[in-house]
């Protein structure tokens, strides 16, 4: 299978994971973290121009409607993961939002099975700017005051519109639930 260029950067972030991991886990070089914050900061711009290439182009397939949004979770949740070991995340804070991310792929998977397409909401963008931006504060560990409330604001919003978006989801596709019964 010949791939697409959304799909090869679909695929680019998806290898940039375990680098951006092992230099947040394990810094072996100094400024570790503002390189994994680069490798971050790119593979989230990856996701950002996948998507705006596809639709331009109408090169939108199968592959990618499967593995992009998994290449997204993958890099969130990764980054989230490794925040807990640092000790700059809450786990509690993370359970909530990968809880979220694996409620809306079960929702999304029976919503497949009844022919419906559950569309990405504005809240979920929201959401994911909002868990990328807290992402790369806390990664820049920046030991200022301003940084250090920058980074708290932009967790709990990132909570917040993890919360209103799987309310979201599920209100208005709601019939998708009652398609069950």
Do not use: H
């Amino acid at each position: 299978m010949k791939m697409n260029l959304p799909n090869k950067l679909t695929m680019i972030r998806i290898i940039l994971i375990p680098f951006f991991v092992v230099l947040l886990l394990y810094p072996m070089v100094d400024y570790s973290n503002y390189i994994a914050t680069g490798i971050f900061i790119v593979a989230s711009l990856t996701d950002l121009a996948d998507g705006k290439i596809a639709r331009k182009y109408n090169l939108v397939t199968n592959f990618g409607k499967f593995m992009d949004p998994l290449a997204d979770k993958l890099l969130v949740c990764s980054a989230m993961i490794c925040l807990i070991e640092t000790g700059q995340l809450a786990a509690w804070i993370v359970i909530v939002i990968i809880s979220r991310e694996f409620i809306i792929s079960g929702f999304r998977l029976v919503a497949s099975d009844n022919g419906v397409v559950i569309a990405a909401s504005y809240w979920g963008k929201f959401k994911t700017t909002f868990q990328m931006f807290m992402i790369i504060v806390l990664i820049l560990d920046i030991d200022m005051v301003f940084f250090d409330i920058l980074g708290v604001v932009l967790t709990y919003v990132a909570l917040i519109l993890t919360i209103i978006s799987l309310i979201d989801y599920i209100v208005k596709n709601k019939q998708v639930l009652n398609e069950q019964n």
